[in-house]
């Protein structure tokens, strides 16, 4: 495990200059035949507007990023995507809308009446989309977590569009993690208001590419609804599960408190953060559904509580669904430990912080599908291969046990991706992950979800990011292809570089260095 006492990981939060034109890298090794398209990438890029600092990791302004992979030779472009928060940020040299961790403060210039009127028109909801970027139809969006998304083109990093996720169907907000099928179609998760004034969660469908050449996104609909644990305090939903024939939502006990989010917000400047809390008395739900017709199997799974930000892969296999994902024990917000302040602090500060926080553990969970109320009190799991227990209680409640695929202290397995194109939804056997130590990025990681064997790529003073697998289309294994990932040196003479891995072994094919830094990026994806 490697020690970072020299504190260069702090350069991942710096503010960079976006790119003019599109800059040559320098390869090293071999860039592979296959690789003929773009490496795509999200994270903040701009840290502060004028003296104004953004104080969480989430806030930072949305830049994008593309390697070009042409004739074995690789160029490097970033644009600051041109949403409404950057926009006015740049125009009027302060933060202007609220993000996740910062409070935008009202305009000085403005009088107490326009404040007062602007006050009723409620909170401006940011539309920073610096997660993660997919494509919906022909199109491509960048995003993050509230109602609106950005269509960008992926060409000349342009921006297109904004778009209101809420005009074309009931979500308040939708993650940055949807599931895609081979058609194209693609299914995500949002809270919205249920029946009777309660909270709910809504499963959305959009369908592939319309022959008319309409837009997609205008034929969106809810196929299955997930009831909410609390009535006026959904969980926060980062990802969720989705196999052949089932949707799978994990509802953690990392709570929105909507009456402190619709009140606090105008009266004392607060932002996303604030209104988070933890329901220390619920544990973890596991609700499943039918996808096709969707519809809500009422079963009650529960489990000891975790946040839970990303599901590795869920499969069914002889009447269970397996369910993998990244977890951190307890009850407790793990955002609480992505505060810009805490991240960019001393070696030995980074790591006295993450003592504090949730442990990070890799797990699988199994849920049984065929239950009888007469098996209580016996585990109903019988699949050969898991040590993971599903046991019914008196109440008809099934609690849920889960197998420990990974586990390190405060080194976690995190940002994980799998061959999805050829495994998503299917039984698999390898998730590849990025190596978060005390919450520092420092190595890329390979596990074997059967064996528990692992792999590990990292060298000192190297920062990496979460590693996208590409399939080698002459390929027959599931791990034959290689993991694409971005790497900040800060302290090397070109301070970055994309890194190709081959994904059997974590040997390096090749890289590409370039003369600029780059920061933190969070999600993205290869397009073909």
């Not at 105008?266 to 220390?280: A, K, L």
């Not at 060298?459 to 034959?480: A, C, H, K, R």
């Amino acid at each position: 495990i490697f020690e970072h006492p020299a504190g260069s990981y702090k350069k991942i939060f710096e503010t960079c200059e976006e790119l003019a034109e599109p800059l040559p890298a320098t390869v090293t090794g071999r860039i592979p035949s296959f690789l003929k398209g773009s490496l795509l990438r999200l994270g903040p890029g701009l840290f502060e507007v004028g003296d104004e600092p953004f104080y969480h990791l989430f806030d930072g302004q949305a830049l994008m990023h593309k390697f070009d992979f042409k004739n074995g030779q690789v160029t490097y472009y970033r644009k600051f995507i041109q949403t409404d928060a950057y926009v006015r940020a740049i125009t009027e040299k302060r933060v202007v809308i609220t993000e996740f961790g910062t409070f935008a403060y009202p305009d000085p210039c403005k009088n107490i009446f326009s404040r007062f009127f602007s006050y009723f028109k409620g909170v401006e909801v940011t539309d920073n989309c610096l997660v993660n970027v997919y494509p919906i139809g022909e199109d491509f969006y960048a995003v993050t977590e509230t109602n609106y998304i950005t269509k960008v083109n992926t060409d000349t990093l342009e921006t297109l569009k904004k778009v209101d996720m809420c005009n074309f169907v009931n979500i308040n907000g939708i993650t940055a993690h949807p599931h895609i099928e081979q058609d194209g179609t693609v299914y995500n998760i949002g809270n919205c208001m249920g029946k009777g004034a309660t909270l709910a969660y809504n499963i959305v469908r959009i369908p592939p590419t319309q022959k008319d050449k309409s837009d997609p996104i205008e034929k969106s609909k809810v196929v299955v609804q997930f009831p909410s644990a609390e009535r006026f305090k959904p969980s926060y939903v980062h990802s969720f599960g989705m196999s052949v024939n089932y949707f799978v939502f994990v509802e953690t006990p990392v709570k929105i408190n909507l009456l402190k989010f619709l009140s606090a917000w105008s009266i004392r400047g607060s932002n996303y953060m604030d209104c988070f809390e933890s329901n220390e008395s619920q544990g973890t739900i596991f609700h499943v559904a039918r996808k096709d017709p969707g519809e809500y199997i009422d079963l009650k799974f529960k489990g000891a509580p975790i946040g839970m930000f990303h599901h590795i892969n869920t499969y069914e296999d002889q009447g269970f669904i397996v369910v993998d994902l990244c977890s951190w024990k307890g009850f407790e917000f793990v955002y609480n430990y992505l505060w810009l302040a805490n991240l960019r602090a001393n070696w030995e500060e980074v790591k006295k912080a993450a003592m504090m926080a949730p442990q990070p553990e890799v797990r699988r969970y199994v849920i049984p599908l065929d239950v009888h109320k007469e098996e209580q009190g016996k585990n109903l799991v019988s699949l050969p291969y898991t040590t993971a227990t599903a046991v019914m209680h008196a109440d008809g409640m099934i609690w849920l046990e889960p197998e420990v695929l990974f586990s390190g202290p405060r080194q976690a397995f995190e940002f994980p991706q799998i061959n999805y194109h050829r495994y998503g939804g299917k039984n698999y056997t390898y998730a590849y992950g990025l190596g978060l130590n005390h919450f520092i990025p420092d190595r890329i990681c390979k596990l074997n979800v059967r064996t528990k064997e692992t792999w590990v790529w990292q060298e000192p003073e190297s920062y990496p990011s979460e590693p996208l697998f590409v399939q080698n289309p002459d390929g027959i294994d599931e791990d034959d292809g290689v993991l694409l990932t971005i790497v900040a040196a800060p302290g090397s003479q070109r301070p970055a570089y994309m890194l190709i891995l081959n994904a059997k072994d974590l040997s390096e094919i090749a890289r590409a260095e370039v003369e600029c830094s780059i920061p933190v990026t969070f999600h993205g994806m290869y397009k073909q």
